[in-house]
């Protein structure tokens, strides 16, 4: 028996079940029973930021493994565990509100799932918040809209913080965004992508922003690509060096944070 316990009428069947299925395959959805899904909160920080969406999948459904955490299975021909993000993070980007959906095949306390998960996460990920969230409900990646980031170019030589405020003030804001599907790089309005823009310092040890940006399936900027236009606009060229992306939340179209949503 993992971390998790199992609910309802059939509860004194478990070892009958395994032994007729597959343990890993077991779905609870498949019978009728209440589903046990949670919303897991977590930071990505350090040399893990260099590890990519399709390896922090399998990073996270390994660390399930090694903590006893049984998680529910989809059916049909092909299997797969009930887990998903709410939204991708860019390879480099480091950030402290990450947020992971699952669905468990056992009931179990939100405290007891996350510190067997933060047992089994490497250095750099660390789960910081877990609760039971409804179900039937939307999923977390329907629900984004807005993206927050702190952008930090370090050191003195760096453009001014009014000077990006003068900027993002303009009526027309044009920048250069891939095309979907294709490495062709085409124009686009930024300006209804942003929601806020603030300087948060500017001074000799650099220039950090908070920004607000467009999330999700139906429009996404991202904040690299905020910076370069206002770079190339003040004539700096290419991206400095060492620039810092964070995200520091996710919000809906209210921008209530997801953390709040099902508060």
């Not at 069947?13 to 899904?37: A, E, I, K, V």
């Not at 770079?231 to 400095?240: A, M, Q």
Request: proline share 6%; hydrophobic share 35%.
């Amino acid at each position: 028996m993992g971390i998790c316990k199992r609910r309802g009428p059939d509860a004194g069947l478990s070892f009958g079940l395994h032994r007729l299925r597959n343990q890993h395959l077991y779905d609870m959805s498949d019978g009728g029973q209440p589903m046990n899904r949670y919303l897991i909160k977590f930071t990505k920080q350090g040399l893990v930021r260099y590890t990519s969406h399709l390896d922090m999948m399998r990073l996270f459904q390994r660390a399930f493994k090694r903590g006893n955490i049984r998680l529910a299975y989809s059916s049909g021909f092909s299997p797969h565990p009930k887990i998903s993000f709410a939204h991708p993070l860019s390879l480099g980007f480091t950030s402290s509100s990450e947020y992971l959906e699952i669905v468990c095949a056992e009931a179990g306390e939100p405290s007891a799932i996350q510190e067997a998960l933060n047992r089994s996460l490497p250095h750099g990920i660390h789960s910081t918040r877990c609760k039971e969230i409804p179900e039937p409900g939307k999923t977390m990646a329907s629900l984004v809209r807005w993206a927050s980031y702190r952008i930090t170019l370090p050191g003195a030589d760096h453009p001014g913080g009014q000077q990006f405020l003068e900027y993002i003030d303009q009526p027309v804001l044009i920048g250069k965004k891939r095309k979907k599907g294709s490495k062709e790089l085409v124009d686009v309005d930024m300006k209804p992508l942003i929601h806020n823009a603030t300087v948060v310092s500017d001074d000799a040890s650099g220039l950090s922003l908070d920004v607000i940006v467009s999330a999700g399936s139906s429009a996404n900027l991202n904040p690299e690509v905020l910076l370069q236009s206002f770079l190339d606009s003040v004539k700096r060229g290419e991206l400095f060096p060492v620039v810092q992306f964070e995200r520091t939340e996710l919000h809906d179209e209210t921008m209530i944070s997801l953390w709040n949503i099902f508060s």
